[in-house]
């Protein structure tokens, strides 16, 4: 993938953060195994004393945090610690879902090879779910995590047997438009590829409070992806 100029990606900057759209595709920080480009890698070009006050998982898109000094790191990560910053996420998920608030508790505990998995004895998880939009049989969710487990909305949501689309981890499946297009037509000898190359959840929001006490939201635009992706599902109500 051609990678972005880390300038392109800023939503939010002043003296002590930046709030990023962060891209798909692109992790955070280094994974296992390293040397791969990342976002701190990038900030990192251009500004020296940049941490990440939190991550989103190598496929999830939308609004990230870093801070630009210790001072500032610091007061967010207390911040994440304590609960007081408010994520929100779309999440494009199977099925047809009338949520209003609906609140989900469920206890979450990390396997071994990057997954997760729901636990009676695994670390308590909470998470906020609402029905944005309807579509034919696909709905767009509004996430709202109070805590921050790994997978927690994905795993959430699939207990709800409401699975993110290309979310194959969990139990979405990858959506293909002949499946609500009747007259799908490929051309002969192609392969229809699914609609998203990913799974489809997208930080939208983040609102957090700044070094002296005033709180700021920034909200992230859906990347072309997902947004093509909300607007085709529109089409088949």
Known sequence: MKLPDFQDLILFEDDDYIVINKPPFLATLDERFGGAPNILRLAREQYDDVQACHRLDKETSGSLALAKNPAAYR?????????????????????????DGLRVERSIETTTKGKARLAYKGKPAVTLVRTLEAFAKHTLLECQPITGRMHQIRLHLAYLQAPIIGDQMYGGEDFFLSSLKRKFNMKEGQEEQPFIKRFALHAANLTFAKLDGESVTVEAPYPKDFRVLVETLRQYQ
């Open 75 to 99: 007061h967010l990560a207390m911040q994440f610690e304590d609960r007081k910053v408010k994520k929100v996420y779309h999440a494009a998920a199977w099925g047809v879902h009338d949520y």
